[in-house]
């Protein structure tokens, strides 16, 4: 359980790093987000994914410690 968070939490990092530099139209398809011809970046969803990617980085964290 402990990998799966850390793994989980870190892919939720990139994410956000993704949504911070690439605008709305260059996202793929598959994210959330995604719109043809809008050239903004969606600070949101960047922070909402960073926010749960740090949290589960942290309970991974916790875990190993126990």
């Not at 892919?11 to 994210?31: E, K, R, T």
Request: hydrophobic share 60%; aromatic share 6%; proline share 5%.
């Amino acid at each position: 359980m402990k990998a799966v968070c850390i793994i989980l939490g870190l892919a939720l990092l990139a994410i956000a790093v993704v949504y911070f530099v690439v605008p709305a139209d260059s996202l793929p398809g598959f994210f959330p987000g995604h719109e043809a011809g809008v050239a903004r970046v969606h600070i949101k969803h960047g922070i909402v994914s960073g926010v749960i990617g740090v949290v589960l980085v942290a309970i991974g964290g916790v875990m190993g410690r126990r």
